[in-house]
């Protein structure tokens, strides 16, 4: 074990000048590595027991089938080496995710040349994805890690492999494709985090609604999970109708700020709630900015602007 410790980051430093990191690799005779397998160390054992009996009883039928399967061997080595030369490696675009989700990361794997055969890739110890890429031709395979936290998710180097033709050696490479996804806080519901420029007693509560319209009182709805208990209407509950909100109008000419520090809890937690109500402000298309430490963005609504508010949520307090 402490050779191993001892032993990785120098590896790392290593493979790093050998293979450093692109968006675009071409696997040539610097960037691949072949050595025999299990089932290609078996076969050469073999090979010396089948010389060590041609040796000893001074057999000519055995030193002709030793020679020839070792010939096998070698040219073999030039077959593997020949499947996997020449194979491109390109980064494709990667859509960001909530943590908990799958982040998927897109390769494309292209020929320059030949045909490449059995070709796997992925990251162990998972289960490696095997393709085939027809003769310039292209195949996009489409690769997934857990995304357990928030920010940018970068995986480990890319483990690419081909036992073609005869599964007694492996051709590998370790290749760096400067892949990267963000990683959202996982959306949490909770009451609405208004702040300074929201209202702040129960009627000022409008601003949660379901589009633009005039300041007044809309009557009741049933309560869902994320609604104000403060909103709730007791005397509907007392007389067995259920647990009913009060439901406002938006209330027009004024701005809704999503604040960091309106909220109590963790620093995740608050980011999780902040994650649910731009999501659901967004959805009902209601104007709406942010505040987090040092970051403060107008309010406004639409693709772009839920975009930049899950960004600065996500890559609060990273480094970047």
């Known amino acids: 074990m402490i050779l191993t410790g001892w032993l990785k980051p120098r590896w790392r430093r290593w493979i790093v000048r050998r293979i450093p990191p692109a968006a675009q690799v071409q696997l040539n005779q610097r960037r691949i590595f072949i050595m025999p397998n299990r089932v290609g160390a078996?076969?050469?054992?073999?090979?010396?027991?089948?010389?060590?009996?041609?040796?000893?009883?001074?057999?000519?039928?055995?030193?002709?089938?030793?020679?020839?399967?070792?010939?096998?061997?070698?040219?073999?080595?030039?077959?593997?080496?020949?499947?996997?030369?020449?194979?491109?490696?390109?980064?494709?675009?990667?859509?960001?995710?909530?943590?908990?989700?799958q982040a998927r990361f897109r390769v494309r794997l292209e020929s320059a040349e030949y045909a490449h055969q059995a070709v796997a890739l992925g990251w162990p110890p998972a289960e490696l994805q095997t393709v085939d890429v027809p003769a310039r031709g292209q195949r996009e395979c489409e690769l997934s890690l857990p995304a357990l936290r928030r920010g940018?998710?970068?995986?480990?180097?890319?483990?690419?492999?081909?036992?073609?033709?005869?599964?007694?050696?492996?051709?590998?490479?370790?290749?760096?494709?400067?892949?990267?996804?963000?990683?959202?806080?996982?959306?949490?519901?909770?009451?609405?985090?208004?702040?300074a420029g929201g209202g702040k007693d129960e009627e000022d509560e409008g601003a949660r609604v379901q589009g633009r319209g005039a300041d007044d009182y809309q009557g009741l709805k049933t309560y869902q999970p994320g609604d104000s208990r403060r909103r709730l209407h007791w005397k509907a509950y007392s007389r067995g109708q259920g647990l009913l909100v009060k439901d406002f109008a938006a209330l027009a000419g004024r701005d809704l700020w999503l604040d960091f520090l309106a909220l109590g809890g963790d620093p995740e937690e608050r980011l999780s709630r902040l994650c649910h109500w731009v999501l659901e402000l967004d959805n009902r298309q209601q104007p709406y900015g942010l505040r987090i430490p040092g970051t403060e963005l107008a309010p406004d609504y639409g693709d772009a602007h839920r975009e930049a508010c899950l960004r600065a949520l996500a890559l609060y307090g990273v480094a970047v």
């Open 42 to 101: 078996g076969f050469g054992l073999a090979l010396m027991l089948m010389l060590l009996a041609g040796i000893n009883y001074e057999n000519s039928l055995a030193y002709g089938l030793t020679f020839m399967l070792a010939a096998v061997f070698i040219v073999a080595i030039l077959h593997t080496f020949r499947n996997f030369t020449g194979l491109i490696l390109k980064a494709g675009i990667s859509g960001a995710v909530f943590v908990g989700e």
């Open 152 to 195: 940018w998710l970068r995986p480990e180097r890319l483990r690419v492999e081909s036992r073609f033709p005869l599964g007694i050696l492996v051709a590998w490479s370790w290749v760096d494709l400067d892949q990267a996804v963000l990683v959202y806080p996982r959306p949490l519901a909770g009451d609405l985090p208004l702040g």
